[in-house]
């Protein structure tokens, strides 16, 4: 009635932005991302019919009510699964400081899909457990496999044909990420609002959606044939196109700080002068900056030097969720 | 033979983004705007049988061959209109410093329209001005009048319809706008060549041109009723999606700077202090503030203050083009 798992977290190239179904975390769009393994997870979940609640820590303290009632109606859903009926102690921690502007929810919710699950006797498989992830918050989907990975949206109602697939290994192509964080602050407005709101209220909304299968396409193609240029002009066509619904939404509302356009300034630079780099930013203020291996250390340099730039974290693509 | 024309500057709030025709100056979209009276250009043509060539005295220097070119180019269509065919010297003034990243080009097509035809012997009347002066510089048909100006986009292939109208005198709504000047760059792209980027490019160009005659009827309404929160809600919404259109555009382009986020920041923790202001962004990384003028003097110092600002102009509405 234990388990643990280790899940990485996920930098999206194309991006998922807005549900069609918000209970069953069903996307309008269909994703790409590239699993980090500088940022992950790890999850214990012991089952214990002694415990008269479910106790959720998280880096080493009690959780907060909100994130604890999160988790809870998560395990809700594997001891449906599993026709399990007691409570549980989870403990998860983070290898990246709290705080630090990284969104934890794609790994801790893919690490704790495996564990919860495996700790309740049942035996998912990479789609199952995709499936399962999704339902904790749509990004851990794509965090159950390694490398780079498509959400494939899907279209039935029950949510069954929607989840993510393999698309090529992280040998396949060691490709960098840097992830410039820049403002520490709590969004004022949540990932799940933002997508609602935008979804609600932006004119520019189907056009989004109509951009994404034929970017999503280049994008795959980019990593099947490591072409780093076409990889990062798709993704910063993508990203920029998101942050523009958020831009074009009744009130409009903008995630971005001064750092963030430090950064895209920079890498506008580095380009000019002859160094492949190309930034992409999620619903938040940082950017995660696509460059070479062999370019990484001489940028990492560069954006520390940016006055706005509080950290930059080095990752390659890392591995998918594994039971410890 | 000679005459001599002022005529103010004007922010756009509804913005015109995107030509149907770039010849003839036609834009896709209605626009609205108040004329400025801080920010003005005073000019003088005379035509002269001595002279081989058409000479402009910009700020009190000769001007560059690419704005000799285009006054040239201008003064072509007086002398057409005109039955004129003799050169000019042209002697035009800004009341605002160059290279303060504050765009010249409606108040100098403005003025230059009136001295100019005025100079060749034309009667114009406010209308017929308009148009002339569009095609200099499609904006400076709205600097023809004062106050608050829609420039009607028309639907006829030769222009004859898209011309402004004045909608508000200055008298009626002392408004204040704040210009914040961030960025003293030269843009990399001009607007005449964003907007065809976007018109060409953007998905999202469509629905944008889709917003226009509602945002443009609640705006004209809000300076009916002198109600400045409804302005300056339709005013921010309508920057931000022309701004959104070029992030959507491939490849994607963004004005900003980290000053206009500084700036845009800064407003929206005004606002939550309770004082009312709004922003608009033309295309470039300026940001104009609107106010009640009771409040000016506070939020021209809390501008100041923010690192990124060179400089505030404060103007109210201004006055129509005026011969000398």
Not at 67 to 76: G, T
Request: charged content about 20%; overall charge neutral; glycine content about 6%.
């Amino acid at each position: 009635l234990q388990a643990s798992a280790k899940a990485h977290s996920n930098m999206a190239l194309i991006k998922y932005w807005g549900k069609r179904d918000e209970t069953l975390m069903l996307p309008h769009n269909s994703s790409f991302s590239v699993t980090l393994d500088a940022l992950y997870t790890t999850t214990t979940v012991a089952f214990d019919a002694a415990l008269d609640h479910d106790i959720l820590i998280l880096n080493g303290r009690e959780a907060e009510e909100k994130a604890k009632l999160k988790v809870s109606r998560f395990l809700d859903i594997v001891r449906e699964m599993a026709g399990v009926n007691i409570h549980a102690k989870v403990t998860s921690q983070n290898s990246f400081p709290t705080g630090a502007g990284l969104a934890s929810s794609a790994s801790g919710f893919a690490a704790l899909a495996c564990a919860a699950s495996k700790a309740a006797g049942l035996d998912l498989d990479g789609k199952a457990l995709s499936m399962l992830a999704r339902r904790g918050s749509g990004s851990a989907c794509r965090s159950i496999y390694g490398g780079f990975v498509e959400w494939q949206k899907g279209v039935k109602l029950d949510g069954s044909d929607s989840y993510a697939i393999p698309v090529a290994s992280p040998e396949h192509w060691p490709l960098s990420l840097l992830i410039a964080t820049v403002s520490d602050k709590q969004k004022k407005i949540s990932s799940r609002e933002g997508m609602a709101k935008t979804v609600a209220t932006s004119p520019f909304y189907n056009s989004w959606l109509n951009t994404i299968e034929e970017d999503l396409a280049q994008a795959k193609a980019a990593v099947q044939n490591r072409d780093l240029d076409t990889l990062g002009k798709v993704a910063e066509r993508n990203a920029l196109r998101m942050h523009a619904t958020m831009l074009s939404a009744d009130p409009p509302f903008l995630y971005w700080q001064k750092g963030t356009i430090a950064v895209i300034r920079e890498v506008e630079s580095l380009r000019e002068s002859g160094i492949p780099a190309y930034f992409t930013i999620d619903a938040g203020a940082n950017v995660a900056v696509l460059c070479e291996p062999s370019h990484a250390a001489q940028i990492k340099e560069k954006l520390l030097r940016l006055r706005e730039v509080q950290n930059v974290i080095v990752s390659g693509p890392g591995p998918g969720v594994t039971l410890l």
